[in-house]
Structure formats: structure tokens, C-alpha cells
């Protein structure tokens, strides 16, 4: 059977703005089998949910480190290219941009990709 981690991890981004500060909350994360042909970056899509006040989706390439199959366990580095634009967009503004991660942690699918690869491989009979 083909050993691999996850390809992109898609982390779900709801928004929040007060008078002086910007919440980002990611509110889960979809993990992908195979990379977006054509991928928003983490930042970008922070940017567009700003803008749009709407919840959003980013990508990030091979962002799983630590990946421990005994445990069953990994690690998300959150990439931080194109962050610090959005961060001074936000200091022009006045405002403070924070991050948040819900206390009950945040819930992880699989991606449309993804259940389509395991499907694939039992049938095979490869899982």
C-alpha cells in the first residue's frame, strides 16, 4: 500500500473584526490526498474572508510535520508566507490581528479527494 501524508491541508477560517482587532479563528481543517491544481494560499484566503467578512478556506502545501503513524498524530505548521501583509493591512487600520483556536480543539475531515483515494484502495483490497 502507498505510504503517504497528507498532500495540503485546508484549514477553514471564520473572521471576526472589532474597532481594534481581527480574529481569525480556524474552525477545521480538511486534510487532501492529492495537491490543489491551482491553490489559494493560506494567506490569500485569509485576505479574501477579511475582505468579505464571510468564512473561507486556505491551502496549504505539505504543511503536516510531524507525522507519527504509530500514534496516529501529526503536527500543522500554519505557513506564514504572505501573513505579514495581511497583518500590516490590519496595522494600518489601527487594529491587532489574533489568532484563535476553539478549546474543544479543532475538528479534522477528509477531503472529497481523499475519500475517493481510500475507496479506491479497498476496493483493491489495499485497506
Known sequence: MEDRDPQAVAPNVKIEETEKEVH??????QLHASEPRKPHGFARGIKKAIETGKP???YAKNAAKAVDRNKGTFEIAIPSEGLAEVIEQAK???KIVRFFIPRAGIPIFLGKDAIEKMESLKRKGLL
Open 92 to 94: 494600518a487600520k489601527g
Open 24 to 29: 481569525i479563528t480556524i474552525t477545521d481543517l
Open 56 to 58: 473561507g478556506r486556505a
